[in-house]
């Protein structure tokens, strides 16, 4: 028999605004007995119907609400709450690489679908979905007949739902390398092993966004394939791409090669330490782009990530040709917008330059958020200018 969540008195209030988790420590009892990952229905603590979600005993989110009417988690419900994902991108103009589905803002908790050219990634973050993973290959194949299916689940997150890490194929071929068409720049996307499903679509209009910004010499830092190199080197003099993975620059200089692109260098090594040496050296850009992995995952890492955003941040500032600029970001929700500016705000002024904020920006229209949950609202996109 189906599991029966009651909530603690005014734990409701949260969700009936749309937010899907439903935390352990919420619930006042359960009632029935079923298998983990099974449709549970949850009801306020007077008895009022809420909706329903998949339950994971083994994790602090107990249950992810995504029902709240009399539907049912079947392939035709897949279907079409995929197919209506997909067709809001359409409208938005995104047609050969975009977040088809983007988890809780598209009412698909825990699950992640990218669209790479002719093929698909997806990721299964809760156990309720990594059960359903082979239903919702089936409405892919049924609604996009795709060339191939790969599953990109290693991530740690996974392990608080009892869940391996695993990458592997589900359906069809697919080839280490993707081709997209990102504001009309040729891209191989490392689907297999590269960050995230493969590429940061989430700076797509924010990479288009920095070209104007780019004229002169350009260092761009945390460069991964070169999303943000690629989209300067249509305008800049010269584009120092730096990374610290080789296996990313090697990306970076195919994706140079396959544009005709020869304003491209490649600097393997630590940024914090590039960015220190390069200051030592007296060596300054135009502008310098900062765009890297998230400094803090859990709440107990931010004090440590400021420190990190602060360190590159001033001295990045630092080395900024007078005029020039700084388009610098987070993409880690715990760092707050609030908190971003306040450390930025801390970094210009131990630089001793006058710096003024010229754009601010956030993930592209594919990655919608929530107003009522603010985990889904995570990218800064900031550009400064030295004056």
Known sequence: MAYEVYLKKNEEKRIIAGHSWVYANEVARIENKDKNGSLATVYSHDGRYIGKGYINHASKILVRIFIHGSELDDAEY??????AANNHRLRLGYDNCYRMVFAEADNL????IDRYGDYLVIQCLSLGIDMRKQMICDC????????GIYERSDVAVRKK??????????????????EICENGIKMLVD???????????????????????????????FCNSGGFSLNAATIAKSVTAC??????????RDNAELNGFNNIHTLCGDVFEVLRNFRKDKKQFDTVILDPPAFCKTADEVKDAYRGY??????????VKKGGFLITCSCSHYMSATLFEKMLIEAARESGRMVRCIEVKTQAPDHPSLLCAEETNYLKFYVLQII
């Open 78 to 83: 897949y279907t079409n709450a995929i197919n």
């Open 109 to 112: 908790p825990a699950l992640i």
């Open 140 to 147: 892919l194949i049924k609604l996009f007949n795709p060339k």
């Open 161 to 178: 739902e009892g869940l391996p890490e695993i990458k592997q194929v589900l359906y069809g071929e697919v080839p280490d390398y993707c």
């Open 191 to 221: 689907v297999k092993n590269g960050q995230k499903t493969g590429y940061f679509l989430d700076q797509k209009e924010n990479r288009f966004a920095a070209r104007r910004y780019c004229t002169g010499e350009v260092l761009d830092c």
């Open 243 to 252: 990374d610290i993975s080789e296996l990313a620059l090697k990306n970076v």
């Open 310 to 319: 602060k360190d590159i941040n001033l001295t990045a500032m630092k080395i």
